[in-house]
Nanobody, 129 residues
Framework: QVRVVESGGGLVQAGGSLRLSCAAS????????MAWFRQAPGKEREFVSG????????YYSDSAKGRFTISRDNVKNTVYLQMNSLKPEDTAVYYC??????????????????????WGQGTQVTVSA
């Protein structure tokens, strides 16, 4: 019954921007920390950004910090990833994930896939040179 659906991916030139959206249903959205991961061809899935269930704290990978911004709208049950200054190496399938409800360990586990209960199908982001 739980659904996590990403959208907003596409083709963009280097230096451009995209905003990804992740709509969740079938769960109490405001009680779950949310995150974005990505997986490029031939590479393992990696953490990009996370946001606590309260929205007070955000986390970013080194590559994302300064370029990407994560946010959430608990009324719309949606989390966003604003991506600016995109680079060809950002090309990947981007996945949205929901963590355990009100996880008290999120601050030290946000980058680990096992901490997330629900995953979307992914949205393709392609950045051309």
């Amino acid at each position: 019954q739980v659904r996590v659906v990403e959208s907003g991916g596409g083709l963009v030139q280097a230096g451009g921007s995209l905003r990804l959206s992740c709509a969740a249903s079938g769960l109490t959205f405001s009680t779950h920390a949310m995150a974005w991961f990505r997986q490029a061809p031939g590479k393992e899935r990696e953490f990009v950004s996370g946001i606590t269930w309260s929205g007070v704290n955000t986390y970013y990978s080194d590559s994302a910090k300064g370029r990407f911004t994560i946010s959430r709208d608990n009324v719309k049950n949606t989390v966003y990833l604003q991506m600016n200054s995109l680079k060809p190496e950002d090309t990947a399938v981007y996945y949205c994930a929901a963590a355990n409800t009100r996880s008290p360990y999120y601050s030290r586990s946000y980058s680990r896939p096992p901490e997330y209960d629900y995953w979307g199908q992914g949205t393709q982001v392609t950045v051309s040179a």
